[in-house]
């Protein structure tokens, strides 16, 4: 029995959640949930200004409660402003993973349906997608086509959609090769439900995961757009624009630059902690 509870107890300590990842979790669950309900929770208006209460500190320096992170060179309530940015960058940030994951797989899907002259034009487009720098090709269309908030979105769930398309396209190849598909294939069953019912429930695990480790670069995309002044648009604000407009008062206000970083930052460090769990609990080949 003593044996039996020996050889147990290491799987268990195995599967068990590390520490760091259920802080992770928790971060990401209260983004998410600021991200639901910023409307209901924040105090003010983004735009509602108090000209007499510019630039007060956060209530840990000496600032009052009706602030508690304090305001901007308005007057702007920072906590509001930054719960309603934490809102727009999460949107922008699952708006764009989720284009490129959907573009990325279905193109990979075609490139191993078809092969061929076919496969050789994705890859083609694979090849040019990574070869060019995307900060370069966002600043080209935002500068020539001007800025919205579909347009953003859609600009950016260009980027990694290469990663999505090559992953797809090996998994799809190596699933037509097995078993399954082709018996599903002789049944008489069209591509479209092969691909959608049979390969990509099997493949789903190794996507997903590749979106959460693609979803913090994105945010950092946006929020390095947003700072130069070429992504989200006043009076909207996401957390790349509080810092822009944060960094003329770092030395006066260092609050304003200081919080948004510290989400970003934070953020992207959680997804990426529980991305690469994720990674490691669903890799045979790390088992």
Same mark, same amino acid.
């Given at each position: 029995?003593?044996?039996v509870?020996a050889?147990?107890?290491?799987?268990?300590?195995?599967?068990?959640?590390?520490?760091a990842?259920?802080?992770?979790?928790?971060w990401?669950g209260?983004?998410?949930?600021i991200?639901?309900l910023a409307?209901m929770?924040?105090?003010?208006?983004i735009t509602?200004?108090d000209?007499k209460?510019?630039?007060?500190?956060?209530?840990?320096?000496g600032?009052?409660?009706?602030?508690?992170l304090?305001?901007d060179?308005?007057?702007?309530?920072?906590?509001s402003?930054?719960m309603v940015?934490?809102?727009?960058s999460v949107?922008?940030?699952?708006?764009?993973?989720i284009?490129?994951a959907v573009l990325?797989?279905?193109? +990979?899907?075609?490139?191993a349906?078809?092969?061929?002259w076919?496969?050789?034009?994705v890859?083609m487009?694979i090849?040019?997608q990574?070869s060019?720098?995307?900060?370069?090709i966002?600043?080209?269309?935002?500068a020539?086509?001007g800025?919205?908030?579909?347009?953003?979105?859609?600009l950016?769930?260009?980027?990694?959609?290469e990663?999505y398309?090559r992953?797809?396209?090996?998994l799809?190849?190596?699933?037509?090769?097995?078993?399954?598909a082709?018996a599903?294939?002789?049944?008489?069953?069209?591509p479209?439900?092969?691909?959608l019912?049979?390969?990509l429930?099997?493949?789903?695990?190794?996507?997903?995961?590749a979106?959460t480790?693609s979803f913090?670069e994105?945010v950092l995309?946006e929020?390095?757009l947003?700072?130069?002044g070429?992504?989200?648009?006043p009076?909207m604000?996401?957390?790349?624009n509080?810092v822009?407009?944060?960094?003329?008062?770092?030395t006066?206000?260092?609050w304003?630059?200081?919080?948004?970083?510290?989400?970003?930052?934070?953020?992207t460090?959680s997804?990426?902690?529980?991305g690469?769990?994720l990674?490691?609990?669903l890799?045979?080949?790390? +088992?």
């Amino acid at each position: 029995m003593s044996s039996v509870v020996a050889t147990a107890a290491p799987v268990i300590r195995r599967r068990a959640i590390p520490p760091a990842v259920l802080v992770a979790m928790g971060w990401i669950g209260l983004i998410l949930a600021i991200a639901l309900l910023a409307e209901m929770l924040r105090p003010y208006g983004i735009t509602q200004m108090d000209l007499k209460a510019r630039l007060r500190p956060p209530v840990l320096f000496g600032g009052v409660w009706a602030h508690p992170l304090g305001t901007d060179e308005l007057g702007r309530d920072v906590l509001s402003r930054l719960m309603v940015s934490i809102r727009m960058s999460v949107t922008i940030a699952f708006g764009a993973t989720i284009i490129a994951a959907v573009l990325g797989t279905t193109l +990979g899907f075609i490139a191993a349906h078809f092969r061929g002259w076919v496969e050789q034009i994705v890859l083609m487009l694979i090849d040019f997608q990574a070869s060019m720098p995307f900060l370069i090709i966002a600043l080209a269309v935002l500068a020539f086509f001007g800025n919205s908030l579909p347009l953003f979105i859609g600009l950016m769930g260009l980027y990694g959609w290469e990663r999505y398309a090559r992953m797809a396209r090996g998994l799809a190849v190596s699933a037509n090769a097995q078993g399954y598909a082709a018996a599903v294939r002789q049944l008489g069953a069209r591509p479209g439900r092969i691909y959608l019912r049979h390969i990509l429930p099997n493949i789903a695990a190794t996507l997903i995961v590749a979106a959460t480790l693609s979803f913090p670069e994105v945010v950092l995309l946006e929020s390095g757009l947003s700072f130069l002044g070429l992504g989200v648009q006043p009076p909207m604000t996401s957390l790349g624009n509080m810092v822009g407009y944060g960094r003329e008062y770092l030395t006066r206000a260092p609050w304003i630059l200081l919080t948004p970083s510290f989400v970003i930052v934070t953020t992207t460090l959680s997804v990426s902690l529980v991305g690469d769990w994720l990674r490691d609990r669903l890799d045979p080949t790390l +088992g």
